[in-house]
Nanobody, 126 residues
């Protein structure tokens, strides 16, 4: 089970940290990702962090690279998404997701992920 939290209303330029608590699995063994979905748009990949056995590398699309940081605390079984310099276009429902299989490479498609959190809403206003 994945439980996302931390969303809320912010202004442009603000920072926000989302959390995703994982239960029922040992987080270190799995690749994790964050996606977002704005109204009327497709679900968009935001960040991935590899499982600990693969070095916990991270990957971002250009739209958030340099502003967003994904991290994990294996002791707390929690993944985070630190979002800085927020823009209006970052407004969306943010989802965390887990890959249950051990796949190679970066997983940027929603179909690569097997389990999803319920989403937490981020609203950026000017």
């Amino acid at each position: 089970q994945l439980q996302a939290s931390g969303g809320g209303p912010v202004q442009t330029g603000d920072s926000l940290r989302l959390s995703c608590a994982v239960s029922g699995r040992t987080l270190r063994n799995y690749d994790m990702g964050w996606f977002r979905q704005a109204p009327g748009k497709d679900r968009e990949f935001v960040a991935q962090i590899r499982r600990s056995g693969s070095g916990s590398g991270t990957y971002y699309p250009d739209s958030v690279k340099g502003r967003f940081t994904i991290s994990r605390d294996n002791a707390k079984n929690t993944v985070y998404l630190q979002m800085n310099s927020l823009k209006l276009e970052d407004t969306a429902l943010y989802y965390c997701a887990l890959v249950s299989r051990h796949l190679a490479g970066w997983m940027t498609r929603a179909g690569d992920y097997d389990y999803w959190g319920q989403g937490t809403k981020v609203t950026v206003s000017s």
